[in-house]
């Protein structure tokens, strides 16, 4: 064989057919539209930043803060590391491995730790050093399949990343809307408390000038009590949702920077939801669990490579002498070039239940990636679905809550005219606040939808590393 021959074998060797199944996307049948969704739209809500979703500055702060600090984040960036690492191992063995070897020692009728045939009882002296080198030809794929595992599994590391970059941006900006929405709520519990105070006062004053009853005043104290009681509560799970936000920051339990109220965050007008075939491409969970499906695909291919004959390759070159300073020359110069061929014969049944076991772990692969797929459409309509009728829900409360608002000034003015009773002043006080406590919620709710569909979405999917992911 040529010169020019020998330095195209590994080309060739690299670049022919591996054995096994090729890998093909299982078919999920995407729907034409989402359920939800008016019509299918080219632009889509992951296309924007997380930034650009949000606009506040403190939330803002508080989401590359669990970006850069978090300890979710964290771990996921050394599974990757982990995962390229492997993968780096899986494809060492492409290539020929090249090796050194050296020996010295000092015996009786020993040459480099050898017994020697001559038996003369002298004491001598051995020295040898060498360069060996391995390769194991790759006829059939079966490396070139391994390494294609451990490359998919390393992408399905880094789609986990992302998904956890993005869970992290939807988990913060929850916890951050639920910390607005107990603000908004122990303002509420506040200014009750304070309404049922004055009504308490009005009420005294008129005890006093012997024109009300006691059971007036003691409604009064009595609804007044029930209120106050309530702010240390929600108190209490403002402390509790800002220490949750800590942690999910990486830091130590303490208080968090709020911007804009809860009612100043207004959703966003329109929500294009975009194609849902782009789901399949955007998701990050949808992606590592293809890659996974890929990889498995690929172990078929390994495993079936077992089964065939696996030729190697050995060179070796060095010296051998008794004489460390003759170790170089001509007479102690050692080589030898070989090459070997191994497979299996009997194995009882070990390697059929290998491809079995890959066989199986692919079909598992791919019903999972299948639920994820199916689960990601099911994710993008609830969203949808949310949104549209949270809002419907909040423009009825404010409605609800202005008439409220309307009819406590109402009675107010009534009672002190002397045209109402304290009950029905009582009665508008008490429906008032509640309805305020749902409309805050329900705002809350409506924010959370919309960070629900970024997330089921694949949001930020066009942000390559996690610099980019940090919007700086």
């Known amino acids: 064989m040529s010169r020019r021959s020998l330095l195209l074998l590994p080309a060739l060797l690299l670049g022919g057919c591996a054995v096994g199944p090729g890998y093909h996307r299982p078919d999920v049948g995407a729907p034409a539209a989402t359920r939800g969704q008016a019509a299918p739209e080219s632009a889509s809500l992951a296309d924007l930043g997380w930034w650009e979703l949000y606009r ?135 200014d009750a408390s304070q309404a049922f105070g004055e009504s308490l006062r009005l009420f005294n ?102 089964f065939l004959p696996r030729i190697g390759l050995s060179a070796l070159f060095g010296g051998v002498s008794p004489r460390l300073q003759d170790i170089t020359s001509r007479r102690a110069e050692v080589w030898n070039v070989g090459a070997q061929v191994t497979g299996p014969i009997f194995q009882a049944g070990t390697l059929r239940g290998e491809y079995l076991q890959a066989k199986a772990a692919w079909e598992l692969a791919k019903l999972r990636y299948e639920q994820t797929a199916l689960g990601a459409f099911a994710d993008v309509a609830n969203a949808l679905v949310s949104r549209q009728k949270l809002e419907q829900s909040r423009l009825e409360q404010e409605r609800e809550v202005a008439a409220y608002q309307e009819a406590v000034k109402v009675a107010t003015e009534r009672y002190k005219a002397g045209e109402a009773s304290y009950y029905e002043l009582l009665q508008a006080q008490e429906q008032l606040f509640p309805a305020e406590l749902t409309l805050a919620r329900t705002r809350r709710d409506e924010l959370i939808s919309v960070v629900d569909l970024y997330k089921a979405l694949g949001g930020g999917w066009n942000l390559k590393d996690a610099a980019a992911w940090s919007g700086r």
Do not use: C
Not at 151 to 170: I, T
Not at 216 to 228: D, L, N, R, V
Not at 242 to 252: A, F, H, K, P, T
């Open 56 to 190: 506040d500055p403190a939330l803002d702060a508080l989401v590359r803060a669990a970006l850069a600090d978090g300890f979710d984040a964290r771990i996921a960036a050394a599974r990757v590391q982990q995962a390229r690492a492997l993968a780096l191992e899986a494809r060492g063995p492409l290539f020929p491995g090249l090796g050194y070897a050296g020996n010295a020692d000092r015996g009786r009728n020993t040459i480099l730790g050898n017994p020697s045939p001559s038996g003369t009882g002298a004491t001598g002296n051995g020295f040898d050093g060498y360069l060996a080198a391995t390769w194991e030809l790759d006829l059939w794929g079966r490396v070139r399949r391994l390494d294609e595992a451990a490359r998919d599994q390393y992408l399905e590391s880094a789609q986990a990343q992302r998904g956890v970059w993005l869970s992290l941006v939807a988990e913060t900006a929850s916890d951050y809307f639920q910390l607005l929405e107990l603000d908004e709520e122990l303002a509420v519990t506040r």
């Open 205 to 306: 004053q008129r005890l006093k000038g012997g024109i009300a009853s006691r059971l007036e005043t003691a409604s009064a104290q009595a609804a007044q009590a029930s209120e106050a009681a309530q702010v240390p509560l929600v108190e209490r799970a403002i402390a509790a949702q800002e220490n949750e936000l800590s942690v999910l920051l990486g830091r130590n339990p303490g208080p968090i920077e709020r911007g804009a109220a809860l009612s100043a965050h207004a959703a966003p007008p329109a929500v294009p939801a975009g194609l849902p075939s782009e789901l399949l491409e955007r998701r990050p969970d949808v992606k590592a669990a293809e890659y996974a499906a890929m990889a498995t695909n690929a172990q078929i291919g390994a495993t079936i490579g077992s």
